[in-house]
Nanobody, 117 residues
């Protein structure tokens, strides 16, 4: 059983910053990928950023240069530093983890990020 708990969402003005955190617990394989996806109302879930246990990163095009993902392997935590936030960043942000394949991904419950313009 794997559990993911997110924190750090909230309301911020455009141009501001937020930091999301996620802690994973349970039976977790050491070599894994953790990440963040988001889903805005009426839209499909989209990639925000992922990071492997060797710290290789991948970012969605819309957040490159503004968001930074990091992780602590010892604590099984992943963070997302979001700067220069825009109204279009408003969404529910989901933490995730996988290690066999992305088809076997575990998800958190989501945290709301609202950016006011």
């Amino acid at each position: 059983q794997v559990r993911l708990v997110e924190s750090g969402g909230g309301l911020v003005q455009a141009g501001g910053s937020l930091r999301l955190s996620c802690a994973a617990s349970g039976s977790i394989f050491s070599f894994n990928t953790m990440g963040w996806y988001r889903q805005a109302p009426g839209k499909q879930r989209e990639l925000v950023a992922t990071i492997t246990s060797t710290r290789s990163t991948n970012y969605g095009d819309s957040v490159k240069g503004r968001f930074t993902i990091s992780r602590d392997n010892a604590e099984n935590t992943v963070n997302l530093q979001m700067n220069s936030l825009k109204a279009e960043d408003t969404a529910v942000y989901y933490c995730c983890i996988w290690w066999i394949s992305p088809d076997q991904t575990y998800w958190g419950q989501g945290t709301q990020v609202t950016v006011s313009s």
